[in-house]
């Protein structure tokens, strides 16, 4: 008899849904039960976490964030690590709200654009937020729609309790020597919001951790780059090289609007 697959917690970033996992996830299929978390209302990187735990009623699991998703991991860990098999860390960060002007700068610079989200609607700030998540070549593409499409789901109350959540985001620096499980860490080449350098430090810090980067992608590396992304989380779950690694070749075999939520 087969063994079960391992099940694949798939945490979304900022104004993110199903449709930032959706590529990578249906790529993994055959690997993993992969589910995809979703935050509601919840304002704070540590109830994200106690939701997530809550819901999956696994003992154990595998854990991969992306952006404010990956904090979250992190969280997960610090709260219950004996159920965290797997770990990986996509263009994220660890550090928290730095002290003095330039924690002051990204306090305002997130709360304007919420109260832009107020007064001009969501599709207003994603067209001046998600230009600087992706790649340049993919500025006004389908691919940027789709992210303007997905932003555009979420709304302002939403967006301020994850606003919330990032300016009062904790300090895992010291977590990250502790993690004992195998780690990925991946980042898009041109990410400028949570850059290659971020990740170099985490690899540092973190004894079981390996570096993937993603070339010609941007922050939004889970909807950029979606096969590479599935391929090198993929050997992160087997352990094998890439090309070793089956992948699902159609996403018949996951219907994402149906995917679990945790």
Known sequence: MDEPRPVLMLLPGLLCDQAAWAGPGWRLTTLADCRIASWGMLDSIEAMASHLLASVPEARFALAGHSMGGRVALEVVRQAPQRVERLALLDTGFQPLPPGPEGDSEREARCALLAQARSAGMRSIGRNWATGMVHPDRVGSPLFDEILDMIDRSNPAQFAAQVRALLGRPDATQLLPAIACPTLLLCGRQDRW?????????????????????????????????????????????????????????????????????
Request: glycine fraction near 4%; hydrophobic fraction near 50%; charged fraction near 15%.
């Open 194 to 262: 949570n850059p290659l350098a971020h990740h170099v430090a985490m690899r540092e810090r973190i004894p079981a951790a390996r570096l993937e980067v993603i070339e010609d992608a941007g922050h939004m590396t889970t909807m950029e780059a979606p096969q590479a992304v599935a391929a090198a989380m993929a050997a992160w779950l087997t352990g094998r090289a890439g090309p070793e690694c089956a992948l699902s070749p159609t996403a018949a075999a996951w219907p994402h609007s149906s995917a679990a939520r945790a």
